[in-house]
């Protein structure tokens, strides 16, 4: 059974930071691409960052460019999201999902972030 477990969310002020990690089990994320979302209420689920098989290639969604880093560790089978300089509007439900070239994904459940202004 393929699980992907998001951990480290909470409430914290604006300008603080908070580190988000996903630890998967029942797959090799080393297989998939691996990426966090977000949703807000009343909002479209957004993409905040990427990151390749080997870790080599992050990618960023606008409104968070700068201000988060996406990594990986193929050994321990997490992926972590770093992210500074939170502003109000980061306030949202991050979402991990493992994907791979044959249209196969896994979403983790997904955790709460909340800044306060």
């Known amino acids: 059974q393929v699980q992907l477990v998001e951990s480290g969310g909470g409430s914290v002020q604006a300008g603080g930071s908070l580190s988000l990690s996903c630890v998967a089990s029942?797959?090799?994320?080393?297989?998939?691409?691996m990426a966090w979302f977000r949703q807000a209420p009343g909002k479209a689920r957004e993409l905040v960052a990427t990151?390749?098989?080997?870790?080599?290639?992050?990618n960023y969604g606008d409104s968070v460019k700068g201000r988060v880093t996406i990594s990986r560790d193929n050994v321990k089978n997490t992926v972590d999201l770093q992210m500074d300089s939170l502003e109000f509007a980061d306030t949202a439900i991050y979402y991990c999902?493992?994907?791979?070239?044959?249209?196969?994904?896994?979403w983790g459940q997904g955790i709460q972030v909340t800044v306060s202004s």
């Open positions: 990151i390749n098989h080997n870790g080599k290639v992050p």
């Open positions: 029942g797959l090799a994320i080393s297989d998939y691409h």
């Open positions: 999902k493992a994907s791979n070239p044959f249209r196969t994904e896994y």
